[in-house]
């Protein structure tokens, strides 16, 4: 994969991972999770152990580990085989602090130590990047690696947890997710679901086009003629590989990009709407709250959107145009 995507890929993964709770498993024991509206990331800080998602086999985990778990699905950490006991998580939460809590399961001292944090479905990033893992993904880090040193700075943090803990949590566990990823995009597993879906060369001219200069007049058919391919051949082929139009794509990364530009810099509304490809400040306007819930000044307001959850709501009126410069 060209290196200017792997950037332009992480730069509008704008996700909010946040830090939940810290789980805290005693050897022979298992910890259950009720499914979760939201993608699951377990950082294994010390032990060792397995994950269950589902009926799914178990799998083996180390200590350095990012452990992914799909929405919707109910998973199991901790002993495989010879089982002392099990404990829903549900049943076992106590205030860690500062905003995180702990789940046990055990009643001894812990051998597997892992902080946890979730990525809302509402939060996916342009691309929709983890909506394509539909199966869970162990990613080990060696112990020389560099971020070896993170896992550490985030062990001292849920070891003694003060004013700021779960804030720089949240920014340590980010770090990992992103070298995690471009691990994966860089040349990593083959059987990643990242890598399947995006070392298509000819799909990934049109999605540089579109990352590099959200504002432009697409069309199918543009971007068709980007990619070297007939109009009918990349929307059938876009769509089997995203799970959305073309259309759909350049709509997300361009309420992306904006979405961002309210939230990082104090240009005006208006200008935010024509760099991404919109003619007027109303009809941006009109597609950002069909999008996020918010006007673009009320979620530059909440910082994001932070504290309300943007909701995707369908609305035929605002469907994107194949030939209009707004989405």
Known sequence: MRADLLDRLLVTLAVRLRAFSVCRIQRGWQL?????????IHYVLRGTGSLRVGAGPWQAFAPHSVIIVPARLPHALGEAEEVVGAARAEDHCLLHGDGLVSFMAGDGTPDTLLVCGQISASHDG???????????MIQAFSSDAPLRGTFELMLAEVAAPSLG?????????????????R??????????PLLRALQE????RAIIAVLEHPG????VDSLASLAGMSRTSFAVRFSEVFGQGPMDFVQRVRLRIAARL????DLPVKI????VGYASRSAFSRVFESTYGLTPSDFRSFGGGDEVEPERRENPELAPSETSQEP
Do not use: N
């Open 165 to 181: 803990t779960q804030a720089m949590t949240e920014l340590l566990m980010k770090q990992c997710l992103i070298v995690m990823l």
């Open 126 to 136: 342009a691309l929709g990047l983890f909506e394509l893992f539909q199966s869970p």
């Open 262 to 265: 309210l939230t990082a810099t």
């Open 32 to 40: 259950g999770f009720s499914p979760f509206e939201a993608i699951t």
């Open 272 to 275: 935010i709407a024509g760099s």
């Open 216 to 219: 432009a007049p697409y069309s």
């Open 201 to 204: 060369p000819k799909l990934a």
């Open 183 to 192: 691990q994966h995009l860089l040349g990593g597993d083959g059987a990643s």
